[in-house]
């Protein structure tokens, strides 16, 4: 058995899958063999069990080694529990999860490997519509907001994009996916100019993903103060315990854009 995935017409990835595990509403998970368990929402493959560490290291500890002192933590869409588990590695942090699909939630037993991340004592789950959980939010809430599966909802939202600007604090970041720049180029940049409304510093950063077709996925941060590679805290980079693929040379690493990409990019970034 096969999981097509595709991003443009000129392009199809397939994965070769044992079984399928878990199937409820749009949600399964399936067991591949070689790429371990892989979660698929809407038949749009999230990760695997053997890049989870490169998607969701990167994306919380660049946040969390860019901001000075990150003491509450918001993630949106968080509800498979892998960006709480990261953030757990983080002493005297709080974490909101947020999520709009109890499915996810369910599908993070079957998955097995972040679901207890949930029932930690410094995590708090909510399942409900994100604007309206956004909007009846306190300002100045939160130091970092992760969004996980950032899609076209949030993206078409002005209202969305304002209420994250405002429940961060004076100092706060956020931290959103940002497609593909080789075969989305116009979904990147999107997201890029969504944050160049709201914030100081915007910058997009790699990683690695082993299911979603040619691999070289980005993230894109919006910052009010700190600037991710000028202020990285190299202590909580290098000897925070439980790392297997973030580390301080990886998170500025990923921020270098070759040439011409950054010329197709440059009106958008801001650093």
């Not at 209202?159 to 180029?185: C, H, P, W, Y």
């Not at 944050?195 to 979603?212: A, E, G, W």
């Amino acid at each position: 058995m096969w999981l097509t995935q595709g991003v443009v017409d000129t392009v199809k990835y397939e994965l070769k899958i044992k079984d399928r595990i878990f199937d409820q509403d749009g949600v399964e998970i399936f067991d591949s063999g070689y790429f371990g368990k892989i979660l698929v929402q809407d038949d749009f493959a999230l990760y695997c069990e053997h890049d989870s560490n490169m998607r969701h290291e990167i994306a919380a500890h660049t946040a969390m080694c860019t901001h000075a002192e990150p003491k509450r933590v918001l993630v949106v869409d968080g509800g498979d529990g892998a960006l709480a588990a990261e953030l757990l590695k983080h002493k005297d942090v709080s974490i909101d999860v947020i999520e709009r699909d109890k499915d996810i939630v369910d599908a993070a037993n079957a998955f097995g490997l972040y679901a207890d991340a949930l029932k930690e004592s410094r995590v708090t789950l909510n399942i409900g519509e994100t604007p309206k959980m956004l909007a009846d939010m306190k300002e100045a809430t939160y130091d970092i907001v992760i969004f996980n599966r950032f899609d076209e909802i949030y993206l078409d939202d002005a209202v969305v994009m304002a209420d994250v600007n405002r429940i961060l604090t004076e100092k706060g970041l956020v931290v959103m996916d940002a497609s593909s720049q080789i075969f989305d180029m116009s979904g990147h940049k999107e997201v890029l100019s969504a944050l160049d409304s709201q914030f100081k510093i915007v910058m997009p950063f790699r990683y690695t993903s082993m299911v979603r077709t040619g691999g070289e996925q980005w993230f894109a941060m919006g910052s009010k103060f700190y600037h991710p590679t000028a202020d990285i805290n190299l202590q909580r980079a290098d000897l925070t315990d439980g790392y297997t693929w973030y580390n301080s040379d990886v998170h500025i690493a990923q921020f270098a854009l070759p040439t011409a990409t950054f010329s197709l990019l440059k009106e958008y970034i801001r650093r």
